[in-house]
């Protein structure tokens, strides 16, 4: 059992995270192209925000969202 983890333990630590390490040794480097991993999530994060708001405007231009008062029928 005890081989079972350590073989889990290997895996990450020897082939998963591989990128990862070499993006920190490319930091001494170059600090842009270290963190593209953020520059990406933050780039999917700005389309995904414009898409919403888009998408939110569109509706409030077409007056499809109920906007009674009342949201639930307890209320």
């Given at each position: 059992?005890?081989?079972?983890?350590?073989?889990?333990?290997?895996?990450?630590?020897?082939?998963?995270?591989?990128?990862?390490?070499?993006?920190?040794?490319?930091?001494?480097d170059?600090?842009?192209?270290?963190?593209?991993?953020?520059?990406?999530?933050?780039i999917?994060?700005?389309?995904?925000?414009?898409?919403?708001?888009?998408?939110?405007?569109?509706?409030?231009?077409?007056?499809?969202?109920?906007?009674?008062?009342?949201?639930?029928?307890?209320?």
């Amino acid at each position: 059992m005890k081989d079972f983890f350590y073989a889990i333990q290997d895996l990450f630590v020897d082939f998963l995270f591989a990128p990862f390490d070499a993006l920190r040794t490319l930091e001494l480097d170059n600090w842009w192209t270290a963190n593209i991993v953020s520059w990406l999530f933050i780039i999917i994060g700005i389309v995904a925000f414009t898409y919403w708001m888009l998408q939110l405007k569109g509706f409030n231009d077409r007056n499809e969202e109920d906007k009674s008062i009342t949201s639930h029928s307890y209320l």
